[in-house]
């Protein structure tokens, strides 16, 4: 069955960098697009951005365009997103999801939960 | 970015009642609208496609319908399990970004 895992729960100090994994499990990776979303404590969320597992090409929503990178292994079926510089309202949990056959986020990873404090 | 707006952010029902919940889009997204239910310390779980297609797995008591700028989820008689926070997502383009409303909470009368 379709599985996502994501890495483990990071504690960082502002101005850090963090590299979140996503390694999936039950479907061929490269055949569905890989969407990441954030969720402050308390809020809802946020969609990030989307890489094409494939071919790489990714597309960033504007807030996040210059703190956050999406990139894949395609041989070792994990997406991965990294986010530069960090600040304490950068503190949420992580998800990703992927793009299932209705073009919608059909299954999720567990979650990363990002702590940024001094 | 197309902005969207749910209402009402909370809304205290009792089981058995008749939900409806309502998204609208700064512009018109065709169809493109999902519906998602979040339980605390779970990721979301998508309950609607495509307006108003129901997910594999989702009981028929969900239902989402409208187009253009105006959708509403409607859950025909509330059950214990469905206490939990719903969000509106739409997907016009993957030229464009994707937005989530800001999302409705269904709590206990």
């Known amino acids: 069955q379709v599985q996502l895992v994501q890495s483990g729960a990071e504690v960082k100090k502002p101005g850090a960098s963090v590299k979140v994994s996503c390694k999936t499990f039950?479907?061929?990776?490269?055949?569905?697009?890989m969407h990441w979303v954030r969720q402050a404590p308390g809020q809802g969320p946020e969609w990030m951005g989307w890489?094409?597992?494939?071919?790489?090409?990714?597309k960033y929503a504007q807030k996040f365009r210059d703190s956050v990178t999406f990139t894949r292994d395609a041989s070792a079926s994990t997406a991965y997103m990294e986010v530069i510089t960090l600040k304490s309202d950068d503190t949420a949990v992580f998800y990703c999801?992927?793009?299932?056959?209705?073009?919608?986020?059909?299954?999720w990873g567990q979650g990363t939960l990002v702590t940024v404090s001094s | 970015d197309i902005q969207m707006t749910q209402s009402p952010s909370t809304l205290s029902a009792s089981v058995g009642d008749r939900v409806t919940i309502t998204c609208r889009a700064s512009?018109?997204?065709?169809?493109?609208l999902a519906w998602y239910q979040q339980k605390p310390g779970e990721a979301p779980k998508v309950l609607i496609y495509?307006?108003?297609s129901l997910e594999s797995g989702v009981p028929s008591r969900f239902s989402g319908s409208g187009s253009g700028t105006e959708f509403t989820l409607t859950i025909s008689s509330l059950q214990p399990d469905d206490f939990a926070t719903y969000y509106c997502?739409?997907?016009?383009?993957?030229?464009?970004?994707?937005?989530f409303g800001q999302g409705t909470k269904v709590d206990f009368k």
């Open positions: 890489i094409n597992t494939y071919s790489g090409e990714t």
């Open positions: 997502q739409q997907y016009k383009s993957y030229s464009l970004s994707w937005t």
């Open positions: 512009q018109s997204i065709g169809s493109n």
């Open positions: 495509k307006a108003s």
């Open positions: 039950g479907y061929t990776f490269t055949a569905y697009y």
């Open positions: 999801g992927r793009d299932g056959l209705n073009s919608v986020i059909d299954s």
